[in-house]
């Protein structure tokens, strides 16, 4: 059973617009969350996280957004750049010392 | 910087023979997590490691054993490889069991014919 869900396989977003990244989970005892960045032939890179205590997290050009409530995280990267063509996982813990679930990644292509 | 090494990079056997996978932490860092991402899957935890002793236990097979040595590198040891195992296989290090704080390394991609 799939505890982190990212639903959408792929994405395409035009350069200079607004990437949005959805990730849903299931387990409620997760409060903590993370998304990597992957490159090709490269392992996934931290990103940026949030725990549940808070509902928003920004660095530079990524802002995580969480909605307990509905058991459902996005990540927005604005404005998107081509370096941010990538497959992003979206990953959760119960915390901050506790194993990493992952979910299936999302591809980002940033269109030109 | 320093990253985390992982040898070989790319591996290719067959159906029951076995396979070594090597990794090197990042220096100073004392833990060390495998992973497992097959083709289209998420990266599912295997078993990690914190100063030499094995710290958990994920979906690991029985036919899979891993270690840590005195120098922190980490040997995954694969027997009777079947064709499911192909897949890549990726190594993280930490300082401390603070797995929010993990570094990947490459992967090695291992194909089982």
């Known amino acids: 059973d799939q505890q982190v869900k990212q639903n959408s396989p792929s994405l395409s977003v035009q350069e200079g617009r607004i990437s949005i990244l959805n990730c849903d989970y299931t387990n409620s005892m997760f409060d903590y969350f993370l998304w990597y960045k992957k490159y090709p032939a490269e392992g996934p890179t931290f990103l940026i996280s949030i725990s549940s205590i808070k509902d928003k997290n920004e660095d530079g050009r990524f802002t995580v957004f969480l909605n307990k409530s509905a058991k459902h995280l996005s990540l927005h990267i604005v404005p998107s750049q081509p370096g941010d063509s990538a497959v992003y996982f979206c990953?959760?813990?119960?915390?901050?010392?506790?194993?990493?679930?992952f979910g299936k990644g999302t591809r980002l292509h940033i269109l030109p | 910087a320093a990253g985390v090494i992982q040898s070989p990079r790319h591996l290719i056997k067959e159906k029951r023979e076995t396979a070594t996978l090597k990794c090197y932490p990042i220096p100073r860092h004392d833990t060390v997590y495998w992973y497992q991402q097959g083709p289209g899957q998420d990266p599912q935890f295997l078993i990690s490691?914190?100063?030499?002793?094995?710290?958990d236990k994920g979906s690991i097979p029985d036919r899979f054993s891993a270690q840590q040595f005195s120098d922190y590198h980490s040997e995954l040891n694969m027997s009777s490889l079947e064709l499911g195992d192909s897949a890549l296989y990726f190594c993280?290090?930490?300082?401390?069991?603070?797995?929010?704080?993990?570094?990947f390394g490459p992967g090695t991609r291992l194909t089982v014919l």
């Open positions: 993280a290090s930490s300082l401390g069991r603070l797995y929010n704080e993990q570094f």
């Open positions: 990953a959760a813990s119960r915390n901050r010392d506790d194993k990493i679930i």
């Open positions: 490691f914190y100063e030499k002793m094995q710290s």
